[in-house]
T-cell receptor
Framework: AQKITQTQPGMFVQEKEAVTLDCTYD???????LFWYKQPSSGEMIFLIY??????QNATEGRYSLNFQKARKSANLVISASQLGDSAMYFC?????????????FGKGTTLSVSS | DAGITQSPRHKVTETGTPVTLRCHQTENHRYMYWYRQDPGHGLRLIHY???????DKGEVSDGYSVSRSKTEDFLLTLESATSSQTSVYFCAISESWNTEAFFGQGTRLTVV
């Protein structure tokens, strides 16, 4: 079973609009971390935001915020005021802490296209 | 930028030959990871390491082996390359479980 599910293969938004990228996860470990990364067409992986399972507040980093709903096991990325430069692939990832390895597992990604 | 370097950046090899990719870090981070990226599959974990000589398998480990004899280097070996291993390979490092992972630039491997 997939541990990280991103159900939107592609999303389209206009400049200055807000957009939500969905991510659901599956874990029985009470301690885990959730991450979002951006991969532009140039190929590099850029870290955006982190949410710990025990964090009381939703994480925010500039125009990025993470809508963390623990009971629903969802960690959606919200990008406010989209810009053309936000066009990229976005990946959700999770790391569990219940074992020494703490593998970092990624979803399949969502391609975001921002138009003017 | 985090000090992480992958080599080579590009490689073309023949089916059946062994191939080794190198990931080198200067950050002294504990965790190191190897992923492959293919269209429609996102990043899939091949192997990872949580310390020197401590490694574990990921979801797509068949046909791959790894070694980490010192903190700064994590080697990925394709024992006998196949066309299905044509992919872009990424190495990543992280300091702890609740900190972000930093990625290398990627290695584009083509098996012909």
């Amino acid at each position: 079973a997939q541990k990280i599910t991103q159900t939107q293969p592609g999303m389209f938004v206009q400049e200055k609009e807000a957009v939500t990228l969905d991510c659901t996860y599956d874990t029985s470990d009470p301690s885990y971390g959730l991450f979002w990364y951006k991969q532009p067409s140039s190929g590099e992986m850029i870290f955006l935001i982190y949410q710990g399972s025990y964090d009381q507040q939703n994480a925010t980093e500039g125009r990025y915020s993470l809508n963390f709903q623990k009971a629903r096991k969802s960690a959606n990325l919200v990008i406010s005021a989209s810009q053309l430069g936000d066009s990229a692939m976005y990946f959700c990832a999770m790391r569990e802490v219940n074992q020494a390895g703490t593998a970092l597992i990624f979803g399949k990604g969502t391609t975001l296209s921002v138009s003017s | 930028d985090a000090g992480i370097t992958q080599s080579p950046r590009h490689k073309v090899t023949e089916t059946g030959t062994p191939v080794t990719l190198r990931c080198h870090q200067t950050e002294n981070h504990r965790y190191m990871y190897w992923y492959r990226q293919d269209p429609g599959h996102g990043l899939r974990l091949i192997h990872y390491s949580y310390g020197v000589k401590d490694t574990d398998k990921g979801e797509v480990s068949d046909g791959y082996s790894v070694s980490r004899s010192k903190t700064e280097d994590f080697l990925l070996t394709l024992e006998s390359a196949t066309s299905s291993q044509t992919s872009v390979y990424f190495c990543a490092i992280s300091e702890s479980w609740n900190t972000e992972a930093f990625f290398g630039q990627g290695t584009r491997l083509t098996v012909v």
